[in-house]
């Protein structure tokens, strides 16, 4: 089983962080009259592809599932990994497949020719597991990205996910687009919900991440009915629910 990973911290890590947010940026510019949700599954657990596909599905709705070949087939800290009979079924559901690194590298912690190589290796893995579709969207594991990253991966999809928690408004960085958690139990599921309601008076770009969707979560992680919760709040909310590759591509066509 696969340990979790702490990233770096301290002071030169958080400055690092916050150049990373300031540099390389691509400006996207979201609409002002309306409210966008995406719900996007990081990794990605088997019980995100089952569970959490299951409840989105429910009410009508697509997500956005970022791909860690080298967890295929395996089991980690979420549980067991997605395998291809995940990729083939979410596909035909109309669920997105985007990209993450192969091993779940750190960008800030490795070089940028390694970080790129290993992106190389899971799109190969991924279409010999039998993905069809191409891969729009990447997330950067663990948030952690690098200006060079920026720059480099912006060439090769159209949009690119951090973990800095807050909704995407006005003029957004396509290459670091912000997104908020559904986890750390009780304290952050209300967050999330918080953030939903919040586009009823100021609308956005709402961008959720997950990883399982299980009764016993991890702290990365949420219940099915923790789950539910936000979807009802989502709703209630009015939002469009929207998959990366379909938000950037209403936003480019409105432009």
């Given at each position: 089983?696969?340990?979790?990973?702490?990233?770096?911290?301290?002071?030169?890590?958080?400055?690092?962080?916050?150049?990373?947010?300031?540099?390389?940026?691509?400006?996207?510019?979201?609409p002002?009259?309306?409210?966008?949700?995406?719900?996007?599954?990081?990794?990605?657990?088997?019980?995100?592809?089952?569970?959490?596909?299951?409840?989105?599905?429910?009410?009508?709705?697509?997500?956005?599932?970022?791909?860690?070949a080298?967890?295929?087939?395996?089991?980690?800290?979420?549980?067991a990994?997605?395998?291809?009979?995940?990729?083939?079924r979410?596909?035909?559901?109309?669920?997105e497949?985007?990209?993450?690194?192969?091993?779940?590298?750190?960008?800030?912690?490795?070089?940028?020719?390694?970080?790129?190589?290993?992106?190389?290796?899971?799109?190969?893995?991924?279409?010999?597991?039998?993905?069809?579709?191409?891969?729009?969207?990447?997330?950067?594991?663990?948030?952690?990205?690098?200006?060079?990253?920026?720059?480099?991966?912006?060439?090769?999809?159209?949009?690119?996910?951090?973990?800095?928690?807050?909704?995407?408004?006005?003029?957004?960085?396509?290459?670091?687009?912000?997104?908020?958690?559904?986890?750390?139990?009780?304290?952050?599921?209300q967050?999330?919900?918080?953030?939903?309601?919040?586009?009823s008076?100021?609308?956005?770009?709402?961008?959720?991440?997950?990883?399982?969707?299980?009764?016993?979560?991890?702290?990365?992680?949420c219940?099915?009915a923790?789950?539910?919760?936000?979807?009802?709040?989502?709703?209630?909310?009015?939002?469009?629910?929207?998959?990366?590759?379909?938000?950037?591509?209403?936003?480019?066509?409105?432009?």
């Amino acid at each position: 089983m696969n340990a979790p990973y702490t990233p770096a911290s301290g002071l030169l890590a958080g400055l690092n962080r916050r150049w990373a947010r300031f540099a390389a940026r691509h400006p996207l510019q979201l609409p002002s009259d309306r409210a966008i949700v995406t719900i996007t599954f990081d990794d990605f657990p088997k019980s995100a592809a089952t569970v959490g596909a299951a409840l989105l599905e429910q009410r009508g709705w697509r997500g956005t599932y970022y791909a860690s070949a080298g967890y295929a087939g395996g089991v980690t800290h979420h549980g067991a990994m997605f395998d291809s009979g995940d990729l083939h079924r979410l596909t035909r559901a109309g669920h997105e497949i985007a990209c993450h690194t192969y091993s779940h590298l750190d960008a800030s912690q490795v070089g940028s020719a390694a970080f790129l190589a290993d992106i190389a290796r899971n799109e190969r893995a991924l279409k010999a597991m039998g993905l069809e579709t191409e891969l729009d969207s990447f997330a950067f594991p663990y948030g952690e990205a690098t200006p060079t990253t920026k720059r480099a991966l912006s060439e090769h999809f159209s949009n690119l996910r951090g973990v800095h928690a807050d909704i995407n408004r006005g003029r957004a960085d396509r290459n670091l687009l912000k997104s908020v958690p559904i986890d750390g139990g009780e304290p952050g599921i209300q967050r999330a919900i918080d953030a939903a309601e919040s586009l009823s008076r100021h609308t956005g770009w709402l961008i959720y991440y997950a990883h399982d969707v299980q009764d016993s979560p991890t702290q990365w992680g949420c219940t099915p009915a923790q789950l539910e919760r936000v979807c009802a709040a989502i709703a209630e909310s009015g939002a469009e629910v929207l998959t990366m590759r379909e938000a950037v591509q209403q936003m480019e066509t409105a432009a």
